[in-house]
């Protein structure tokens, strides 16, 4: 195997992973369950809060993070 050429086929077959959902931004405060997690994130532009969300009438499954920006 030459490590130098560019790979042009999947590393792997017949996993499909689910497509990453697109984040909409606006979300009340009641369609949030509860807030299972949060983190500060360090950034080059300074410390950024998250929160991972359970939505109502949703599963663990899509649990997302959202920032603080986001929360407000």
Not at 28 to 51: F, H, L, M, P, V
Request: with cysteine.
């Amino acid at each position: 195997m030459d490590l130098t050429e560019p790979i042009h086929e999947p590393l792997f077959e017949g996993l499909h992973l689910r497509s990453i959902p697109t984040i909409n931004v606006s979300f009340t405060a009641e369609q949030i369950d509860n807030i299972k997690n949060d983190q500060i994130i360090s950034t080059r532009n300074g410390d950024c809060r998250r929160y991972l969300v359970r939505w109502k009438d949703h599963l663990e499954f899509d649990d997302i993070w959202i920032t603080r920006e986001n929360m407000q």
